[in-house]
């Protein structure tokens, strides 16, 4: 029936002003707040007879006082009425590759096997199901009553949700009370402020609002103080004026100021003590079947509140009868129809009647019931939370499958309320030991310094298994990596090393230390370890997880010294095999990260690109959407910076950096964003962007305590330099100098602190700039990739003059067009251009200058395409405006050349193959080599043929 609402104008045309624009398509947030029995709810229901007047699609969900605790409760409630007509396949089609990652959230299957996604995961998941359900259903009104109890998993998806509505044809509208959990609550009061509005704050009806509504109920004869007489027993709450009136019909009371003592009376019951003295008047049967529901929590089925109270259907029909006719639940008369309180208010009044050991009492009888009839751990894990612990092997083992649900379902806080109250029960003690690895496991993400001390009692414990012993081992070394706490991680997994008596177990071991070691930015001795991870490497055949991440590890190190590229590339395939798992929880991403940029350093960048490309899309099905993503984008972004393909570099960066956000400022995801989308924005000309992005994160005010690739601090002197702060520079490089060679890290390809440091003090100690660049060059000549030697004869060339400046700038291209490092290879060829210029040789110089500014275009390096044309123009000569993007698949003549090298033919036999001049068989080859992203060695894997 609907009711005529009194005092809510300004509300109700707010409404209608935001029916009417989402008829237009746009989407809005409606707030209404208040304390309790305002009319929150009744204004919601008048949204939805007013939307569904509209023939507009309605979901709603209320948030309940007893489920605040179960995780995706209100999401489940929003989104269980959309897909419970079908089945399986069906939920398939609808939530398509995100069913796996959604499904376990949302209630469509039992959280089983498999992975765990991540928070993030699920809510990016969510968004994606409710956006594609709004544009195919327009317009959609979502309703979210009692928002102050909602579940803290829906609610951190719908606050990130909800700023989308407007862009979508969606109008969400939200009740909550501001003075309960206010935490919960204040989220949407930002957020109605975001969308050009305030929270529409309700207050209390006035004595003439009072009036009409006991007039419209009981009859105009109701005189002017009994009218009166209501305003002031209720203090014009909308809910008690109703409820104080129905019970004046009820009782057949005339409304004349004579009744006024009796009215009082009545006004007792309404709430409070006097509500449960009207409940215990009901009857025994009545109260535990109320208590029951209390319990139990917002819906219930009848049966199941039978089942809790004890009673038998005939007890249970007429006990509810009895609160039916008494206001007190309402619901449960239908088939399939939940049982329900008639007010949130009576709710919570009922709930705080039941004495507290009858409570805990009707919770474990609770958890028995819901478990039998197949609702599954979680639903009865939420009572087992409020029982009191018992030594109950039953109870620790629900418990645990509990967990293990909420982490399928991407609630790790929720796993771990469940495995803290198993360790209360507690279990036995062959048990503990597990149950402290999996809450450890659980929390590793978001409370890595709990974790540690719940695995390091793991550890502690009495006849711990070898093989539990060594997960809980790798995983609290991986909570303290993640804690910043590298050299703890390193020290614990080489004690672990000494005492274990497995050699399986050994070499695990010795994994971990090296990749923890080579993390640590604190590392003592970097020349030790590495001497000694080669010697080890050097016996092993890659036949086990463990080795293959010591030759991945040794191949990195590789790397990172400047020993020869074949070297790296060799320990690279032998551990990368036929791959590497992203998310695979008990070896973490960071080697096959490692082993994937070995090849970008060794010129390899399309084998890296591959790599990536795979862990990216590993990372997505499984709902990863933290550091591991934010990682995969920024790396694919770096590789494509390498590349010199610019523009897709910046914008694969910006997402991994926007996604590295949500982890955490300062984490390690973060800074590489920041590092490489630095560089970028520099490469493409606009280094004012740069120090705009560096001064927002602070980037470079600290050295980070792990390593970070790109190098932050040689980042951030690269920046200043190119700002035109000489000194500062000169300052960031030397200490990042400084503190790589001590660590035996000397390769230019992997951080030119050397190039970038002569450029700085080129003008005041050009000696000193003249010696750096040429040691950078013997260290590029030593690693002996044709990217590295380029780009440092490059560098060198700015550091000389004349003659020697053209033919190390000549060098530098000829290596240069056998790399696939097209950005470096458009700067070797501008400034060679612009060399011959100045030489006097015009016309070498245009060839050049032209090869240079085509090359700069399509990388998208618009200050150096900008340079080409200043200097083609200095010479004389037409710039051309070049617009056309490049073709990366290979032309007819420059796939003959790559198979004829692939073959293994010298440059001149395919000229003499192809009939064609020696150097049209090198610029075939360059194109070659920057479109597959590979140098001459990795032709053959590149085309398929080895």
Known sequence: MHR?????????????????????????????????????????????????????????????????????????????????????????RLLGGWYDIVAPAVGLVAPGGGGSPDPQGVRDGLDWVVTRFAVRNRPVVVLLDDAHWIDAESLAW?????????????????????????????????????????????????????????????????DDAFCHECWTVTCGNPFEVVELTAKVADRRLEPRHENIAELRDLATTVRGSGLVERLDRLGPCAVRLAWAAAVLGTETSPALAADVAGLGPEEAAEARARLHAARILAGGTEEGEPLRFFHPLIASAVHRAVPAAL?????????????????????????????????????????????????????????????????REPPGPGERARVLFELGRSGLLIRPAATVGHLRAALEEPGLEPELREAVTCRLAQALGHSGRMAEAAAL?????????????????????????????????????????????????????????ILALRAWDAVVRGEPAATALYFADEALGSGLSWTDEDWGFEVPVMAALTFLYCDQ????????????????RKGWRGSHLAFGFTLLGYIRYRRGRLAEAEGLVREGLRIADRVGSGAPAQLAAIGTLVQTLLARGRPGEALEVAERYRYGTAVPGAVVYPDAQAVHGELLLACGRRRDAEHELAGAGRRLDRRGMRNPSWCPWQQHLALAVAEDAPQQAADLAAQSVARARQFGTASAVGQALRCAAETAAGADRTELLREAVDHLERSPAAYELARALVDHGAALRRAGLPQEAADQLYRGLETAVHCGADALAARA????????????????????????????????????????????????????????????????????SGLAKALGQG
């Open 493 to 549: 997994v080489a004690e672990e090393a000494r005492r274990a008596t497995s050699a399986r177990t050994r070499l695990r071991m010795l994994a971990e230390q090296f990749m923890w070691n080579a993390f640590r930015a604190d590392e003592p001795d970097s020349p030790a370890r590495s001497r000694r991870l080669a010697r080890i490497a050097g016996h092993l055949s890659g036949r086990g997880m463990a080795e293959r991440y």
């Open 605 to 620: 960048p399309g084998r890296a690109e591959a790599v990536f490309a795979e862990g990216i899309a590993e990372c997505e």
């Open 869 to 936: 044309r200043e200097e083609l123009t200095a010479a004389g000569l037409r710039p051309l405006e070049l617009r056309y993007a490049q073709n990366e698949a290979l032309t007819g003549r420059e796939r003959t050349a790559a198979e004829h090298v692939a073959r293994g033919l010298a440059d001149e036999e395919v000229a003499r193959e192809m009939r064609v001049p020696g150097q049209a068989v090198t610029r075939l080859l360059s194109t070659v080599y920057r479109k597959l992203g590979t140098d001459r």
């Open 158 to 222: 719908l606050t990130s949700f909800a700023p989308r509505v407007e862009e979508l044809p969606m109008l969400m509208a939200v009740a909550y009370r501001p003075d309960e959990r206010s935490h919960r609550t204040t989220p949407f009061q930002a957020l109605a402020t975001r969308h050009g509005s305030r929270p529409f704050e309700l207050v209390a009806l006035t004595p003439q609002a009072v009036a009409r509504l006991v007039r419209g109920t009981l009859g105009e004869d109701a």
């Open 4 to 92: 005529a609402m009194f005092e809510r104008e300004s509300e109700l045309r707010a409404l209608d002003g935001a029916l009417a624009e989402l008829a237009a398509g746009t989407g809005s947030l409606l707030a209404f707040a208040g304390p309790a029995g305002l009319g929150k709810t009744s204004l919601l229901a008048e949204v939805r007879r007013r939307a569904a007047a509209r023939g507009y699609t309605v979901l709603s969900a209320r948030g309940g006082e007893q489920e605040q605790e179960l995780p995706f409760h209100t999401v489940r409630q929003l989104v269980q009425p959309l897909l419970a007509a079908v089945g399986e396949e069906e939920h398939r």
């Open 359 to 423: 409570r805990v009492a009707l919770h474990g009888q609770a958890a028995a019931v819901v478990a039998e009839a197949g609702h599954g751990a979680a639903a009865a894990a939420r009572h087992l939370l409020e029982v009191h612990p018992d030594g109950d092997p039953r109870v620790v083992a629900t418990l645990r499958e509990a967990a293990a649900e909420h982490l399928r379902a991407g609630a790790p806080e929720a796993a771990q309320r469940c495995l803290e109250r198993a360790l």
